[in-house]
């Protein structure tokens, strides 16, 4: 019986960090689907010359489909197959030796209600060490006798997709990802829409996941207000989907409330600080026009 299913998106992989994540991951799950948004030969590597103990299960889909349909593709698979819980992993992240069995012992303890755990994350692209959304604290006390937590388990706001393992089960209330978002904010949507039914999602702190979010960038070359760098085209993606979700009425007004401003600031960063300053302002306003409009998808207006 496959129990634990593990679901990475694959789009240009560094190939030898996505070898070492099979490797750390071969023992925690029953078996490993890898979702390629594109031909076999994205992989970068030959599986044939690997003798992994766990079974790997290729599945392409042609072309770029985007992270939200690539996602749902795994769990789809995963649901065909009968497994109880699906791992979703971004082709860089590393588990930590354990991660798996710590997720779902903290699926255990807590209430049954609970969608979802993630791990700690430790993101050697910045400073930060930790990267998760607490509840405040009068959410969280509100929660602290909800089923058997433990003391270092936190309920959260959302969780980030990589690293998060999903209960099947709860897959079949909350529904898929959003495949029209594409690329960014699939994690908010579906975690926003997961609370809004009324279940719960959990960090569970004793798990460990090293993970790449990108390269950071310090605007006027200090130590302050540190700035993920991204391309135009990426730009694109944030702008038209941080909009759209500030649309909608299950998304919390206090995410919408302090995600806002830093959006303004990130916005202006960009386009007076960060080149290319052009494309990042054509970019922007691309995004902005399509989200009032209402137009979603993978092609830019």
């Known amino acids: 019986m496959i129990s634990t ?7 240009e992989p560094d190939a030898e960090r996505l070898e070492r994540q099979l490797e750390a991951i071969q023992s925690q799950v029953d078996l490993i689907l890898l ?35 690539a996602i749902n593709r795994g769990i789809e698979e995963c649901k065909l197959i009968g497994v ?9 992240s590393i588990p930590a030796p354990n991660l798996v069995h710590r997720l779902r012992a903290g699926l255990v303890r807590a209430a049954s209600n609970v969608a979802a755990a993630g791990p700690r994350i430790i993101d050697h692209g910045c400073e930060s060490r930790s990267v998760f959304s607490a509840l405040d ?11 058997a937590a433990k003391s270092d388990d936190q309920f959260v706001d959302f969780l980030i997709t990589s690293g998060t393992l999903l209960k099947v089960e709860a897959i079949n209330v909350i529904g898929l990802m959003e495949e029209a978002l594409f690329i960014d904010s699939v994690d908010f949507e579906w975690c926003f829409r997961a609370r809004s039914l009324g279940f719960k999602l959990l960090v569970v702190n004793e798990a460990i996941l090293d993970h790449q979010r990108g390269a950071v960038i310090y605007p006027v070359r200090l130590k302050i207000f540190p700035l993920r760098w991204h391309s135009p085209f990426r730009q694109y993606f944030i702008m038209r989907n941080r909009l ?58």
């Open 137 to 147: 604290k009068r959410q969280q006390a509100s929660h602290a006798d909800d089923g």
């Open 5 to 11: 299913a593990s679901v990475t998106v694959v789009y």
């Open 84 to 92: 109880h819980y699906s791992l979703l992993l971004d082709q860089d």
């Open 35 to 69: 979702v390629v948004n594109g031909g076999y030969d994205q992989l970068g590597f030959d599986l044939d010359r690997y003798r992994y103990s766990t079974p790997i299960k290729i599945v392409t889909l042609g072309n770029n489909l985007g992270i939200a349909a």
């Open 244 to 301: 759209t979700l500030y649309g909608r009425p299950y998304v919390p007004i206090s995410w919408k409330l302090k995600d806002f401003p830093r959006m303004v600031v990130k916005v202006l960063v960009y386009i007076v600080l960060v080149p290319p300053r052009i494309e990042n302002l054509k970019a922007i306003i691309r995004g902005f026009v399509d989200a009032l409009n209402g137009r979603l998808g993978p092609n830019q207006s």
